[in-house]
């Protein structure tokens, strides 16, 4: 089994400049520790335990980053009722201008007024966004959200949406409703997080049918979420053919597991080198704005979208 510290050693040998993360999760501390003790009493909540991997400083945790080879990263905070969103893209703005490492983020909320600060943080910098339609308990379609997800689409600015019914089904989780979102905005650059599980297969026919949403790969194919939502065996071997549509997520460090068991995940589905090289980097590097950081020279060349 992978280690922590071997990780690095699985990039280098793809001669690739590192690993290229899309989501991970910096959160302001009173609300981070709201967001571990919830995952403290999991077992409450979703019938198993969720204990926290890496409980570490903020200094600490960006550190370890570092070591894994994710030099950049989101931060991805969202919110789970009306009125938060704005503060929260206040305070990930502020992170990101301390933290050189960190790629400016941002988030929204189904509610009046969303566009205006959507719109603020567009113009502040924002370069990638989140949504989890489970926790905020919003319709994706909501009409107040129609103009949001058009300012997205038109500016190419990536949403990394959580609309997976996992682990608990929601009012709005599932493919459609967010595919009504994308038939309406077909050029939007949405990621879908956790390749939509349990949804695994009706997630990636989205993935095949709009060219710009993608699926990241946090959780999947673990033990721990394999537990309850393993990938069926025909949705990866979908997954081989389209290295272009999967993306490195881990979900760090809010994850019950050592950083390496996701890249243990991947490696075990023997997909090849190439797909590794475009999974773990150039797809990620893409959306976070490193694509010139070091691309392989034997990396042929992203098909067209």
Same mark, same amino acid.
């Given at each position: 089994?992978?280690?922590?510290?071997?990780?690095?050693?699985?990039?280098?040998?793809?001669?690739?400049?590192?690993?290229?993360?899309?989501?991970?999760?910096?959160?302001?501390?009173?609300?981070?520790?709201?967001?571990?003790?919830?995952?403290?009493?999991?077992?409450?909540?979703?019938?198993?335990?969720?204990?926290?991997?890496?409980?570490?400083?903020?200094?600490?945790?960006?550190?370890?980053?570092?070591?894994?080879?994710?030099?950049?990263?989101?931060?991805?905070?969202y919110?789970?009722?009306?009125?938060?969103?704005?503060?929260?893209?206040?305070?990930?703005?502020?992170?990101?201008?301390?933290?050189?490492?960190?790629?400016?983020?941002?988030?929204?909320?189904?509610?009046?007024?969303?566009?205006?600060?959507?719109?603020?943080?567009?113009?502040?910098?924002?370069?990638?966004?989140?949504?989890?339609?489970?926790?905020?308990?919003?319709?994706?379609?909501?009409?107040?959200?129609?103009?949001?997800?058009?300012?997205?689409? +038109?500016?190419?600015?990536? @949403?990394?949406? *959580?609309? &997976?019914?996992?682990? $608990?089904?929601?009012?709005?989780? /599932?493919?459609? !409703?967010?595919?009504v979102?994308?038939?309406?905005?077909?050029?939007?650059?949405?990621?879908?997080?956790?390749a939509?599980?349990?949804?695994?297969?009706?997630?990636?026919?989205?993935?095949?049918?709009?060219?710009?949403?993608?699926?990241?790969?946090t959780?999947?194919?673990?033990?721990y979420?394999?537990?309850?939502?393993?990938?069926?065996?025909?949705?990866?071997?979908r997954?081989?053919?389209?290295?272009?549509?999967?993306?490195?997520?881990t979900?760090?460090?809010?994850?019950?597991?050592?950083?390496?068991?996701?890249?243990?995940?991947?490696?075990?589905?023997?997909?090849?080198? +190439?797909?590794?090289?475009? @999974?773990?980097? *150039?797809? &990620?590097?893409?959306? $976070?704005?490193?694509?010139?950081? /070091?691309?392989? !020279?034997?990396?042929?060349?992203?098909?067209?979208?």
């Amino acid at each position: 089994m992978l280690t922590d510290e071997q990780v690095p050693d699985v990039w280098r040998a793809l001669g690739l400049p590192g690993l290229a993360d899309v989501h991970v999760h910096f959160l302001p501390p009173r609300m981070l520790d709201k967001v571990w003790h919830f995952f403290d009493e999991a077992d409450k909540h979703y019938g198993l335990p969720w204990p926290i991997h890496y409980k570490r400083s903020e200094d600490e945790r960006i550190a370890l980053l570092a070591g894994f080879g994710v030099t950049r990263f989101p931060t991805l905070a969202y919110p789970h009722k009306p009125g938060m969103a704005a503060w929260l893209n206040d305070w990930c703005a502020g992170f990101a201008a301390k933290h050189p490492q960190a790629v400016h983020s941002a988030t929204f909320f189904a509610e009046p007024g969303a566009e205006r600060y959507v719109a603020g943080a567009v113009e502040s910098g924002a370069k990638i966004f989140k949504v989890h339609v489970q926790v905020g308990e919003f319709d994706p379609s909501d009409d107040v959200l129609d103009p949001v997800w058009g300012l997205l689409a +038109d500016a190419g600015i990536p @949403v990394v949406v *959580h609309c &997976g019914s996992g682990p $608990l089904p929601g009012r709005f989780t /599932g493919p459609g !409703p967010i595919e009504v979102v994308l038939a309406r905005h077909r050029k939007l650059a949405a990621v879908i997080a956790h390749a939509g599980a349990p949804e695994y297969a009706e997630h990636l026919a989205l993935a095949e049918r709009y060219p710009n949403v993608r699926l990241d790969t946090t959780m999947v194919g673990t033990p721990y979420l394999s537990r309850f939502a393993p990938v069926p065996a025909d949705v990866i071997a979908r997954y081989r053919e389209l290295p272009h549509k999967l993306v490195l997520g881990t979900d760090f460090p809010n994850i019950p597991y050592s950083y390496a068991q996701q890249i243990q995940s991947l490696l075990e589905w023997e997909c090849g080198d +190439d797909w590794l090289r475009q @999974v773990l980097w *150039h797809n &990620g590097a893409e959306l $976070l704005g490193l694509t010139g950081a /070091g691309e392989h !020279p034997d990396q042929d060349e992203k098909e067209s979208e």
